[in-house]
C-alpha cells in the first residue's frame, strides 16, 4: 500500500512502480519491489494483548489489486473487487445484504450513500448501482482513481487528470466538468474527495480546492504541498486520501511532500510540515495521524502542525493509512496484520490476523465494528471482546 504506482496522463496503462523511479539503488522493502539490500522490515514485538479484540466474522470478495476505499454507511459496508464485484454486508454480523457484478474490471472504487452506489471501470466507464443492482453506465473522458463520491442524489468523480465531474444519482447524466491543467506523470492512488456542507472538497495537485457542487465553480483553493523538484517524479505532490476533517478543519497529505490543515470556512491554510508519505491521514480534535513512506507511524498536534510523537515499531512493513478507533490508533501492513497502537504514544497494545496478504485499503469503523479487506479479497470484522 505505502508505494503508489505512476502513469503517465489518465489513460495509458501503468508505467513505471514509484519505487523503481524514486530509488535506483537505495534500499527498499519487498513489496516495494527493492533489491537485495532492502530494508528487512521490523521485527515484531510478541502482542501484549492490552485491549481485548476478536474476530466477529469473516467473508469474500474477489481479488483487490486497485486503489479501494471501504465506504461506511452507518453499519453497512460496500467493498469491491478487480474483478468487478461490488458487495454490501451488515458490518454487525457480516450477512451478505447483496452482491453484484458490473461486468468489467475495475479502477476505482466504491462510492455509496448507503442506497446508490458507483465504480470506474478500467474501460473509463462510471457505473451506478441502485439496490445492488447495475442502473446506468457512462463514460468518462479520463481514467480515475479515486472512489466515485455518491452524496445529495449525485455522483462526483475526480480523475486522474485532475478533472472533476457531476453526474445524476438516478440516470448518471453529466451534470458538469471542470477541467483543470494536468501533469505528465499521474498517480494510480485515491486521491481527496469529500462533501462538506454544501461544498465539494477535491485536491487538486498539492492544492485543496472548494467547489460549488451545483456548479463546479472554484469558490477558494489552499496549497498545501509545493512542487521543489526537477523532474516529472520530484515535481508530483498530488493530494492522496483519505483526509481527516473535525469540524471545519480539514487535513490531507500531499504525496510525499507535506502534510496539513485547512480552514475551509476561511479557506486558509492553517499550518504545513514536511512529509514523506504516500498514504493519508486519521484525526481527532487533537491530534492527526499518518504512516510515511519508511513506515514510520507520526502524530502532529492539529492546532499547529508540531510533531506530538512518531513510532518506528513498524518500519518498512508497507502501511496503510491509518484509522482512529477508541483509545487506539489502527494500521494494516504487507502481511496482512492490523496493528492498534496507542494514540498517546504510539506503543502497540494489540495485533490482529487476516488471511496473510496485504491489506487493501485503510481500515474502517462501522459501528462497533472494525472492519479490513485484504489484497486477496477477504473481509474480517473485529468487535470488542
Known amino acids: ?38 530494508p528487512k522490515p521490523a521485527e515484531l514485538a510478541p502482542n501484549p494483548a492490552l485491549i481485548g479484540v476478536r474476530q466477529a466474522w469473516s467473508a469474500r470478495i474477489g481479488d483487490v ?99 472533476v465531474t457531476a453526474h445524476d444519482g438516478a440516470t ?63 515535481r508530483l505532490v498530488d493530494l492522496v486520501g483519505p483526509a481527516s476533517r473535525v469540524g471545519e478543519s480539514v487535513c490531507a497529505r500531499a504525496f510525499q511532500a507535506a502534510v496539513g490543515c485547512v480552514d475551509v470556512q476561511r479557506g486558509s491554510v492553517r499550518w504545513t510540515r514536511r512529509a514523506s508519505g504516500a498514504e493519508g491521514l486519521a484525526g481527532d480534535e487533537r491530534q492527526v495521524f499518518g504512516t510515511e513512506a519508511d513506515g514510520r507511524v507520526q502524530a502532529w498536534n492539529r492546532a499547529d502542525g508540531d510533531p506530538a510523537w512518531n513510532t518506528d515499531l513498524l518500519k518498512w512493513r508497507g502501511l496503510t493509512a491509518p484509522l482512529l478507533i477508541g483509545r487506539s490508533v489502527a494500521v494494516g501492513d504487507s502481511t496482512g496484520l ?23 485499503a485503510a481500515p474502517v469503523l462501522a459501528g462497533n465494528t472494525l472492519v479490513v479487506v485484504t489484497r486477496s479479497g477477504g473481509v474480517f470484522g473485529f468487535v470488542p471482546n
Not at 13 to 34: K, T, Y
Not at 338 to 360: C, F, M, P
Open 1 to 38: 500500500m505505502s508505494g503508489a504506482p505512476l502513469v503517465r496522463g489518465a489513460r495509458v496503462a501503468v508505467l513505471v512502480s514509484l519505487a523503481a523511479m524514486l530509488s535506483a539503488c537505495s534500499a527498499l522493502p519487498s513489496f516495494l519491489g527493492g533489491g537485495p539490500d532492502r
Open 65 to 163: 489489486g486497485f486503489p479501494l476505499s471501504v465506504q461506511v454507511n452507518d453499519t453497512r459496508v460496500t467493498v469491491a473487487a478487480g474483478d468487478g464485484t461490488v458487495a454490501a454486508f451488515d458490518a454487525a454480523t457480516g450477512r451478505e445484504l447483496w452482491r453484484a457484478a458490473v461486468g468489467a474490471p475495475l479502477a476505482a472504487g466504491v462510492g455509496s450513500d448507503g442506497t446508490r452506489s458507483a465504480v470506474v471501470t478500467r474501460e473509463n466507464q462510471l457505473v451506478g448501482l441502485a439496490d445492488g443492482k447495475v442502473a446506468w453506465r457512462e463514460p468518462l473522458q479520463a481514467q480515475s482513481y479515486t472512489p466515485p463520491l455518491v452524496a445529495g442524489g449525485r455522483v462526483f468523480v475526480l480523475a486522474a487528470d485532475r478533472s
Open 172 to 234: 448518471g447524466r453529466r451534470l458538469w466538468s471542470l477541467q483543470r491543467p494536468g501533469e505528465p506523470l499521474v498517480l494510480r492512488q485515491a486521491g481527496v474527495l469529500l462533501p462538506v456542507g454544501n461544498t465539494l472538497l477535491v485536491g487538486q495537485g498539492g492544492r485543496l480546492a472548494a467547489l460549488d457542487p451545483d456548479t463546479g465553480n472554484v469558490r477558494w483553493e489552499a496549497p498545501i504541498g509545493t512542487s521543489r523538484g526537477t523532474n516529472d517524479v520530484e
Open 338 to 360: 492490523v496493528h492498534l497502537l496507542s494514540r498517546e504514544d504510539g506503543s502497540l497494545l494489540n495485533r490482529l490476523s487476516t488471511d496473510g496478504s496485504a491489506i487493501a
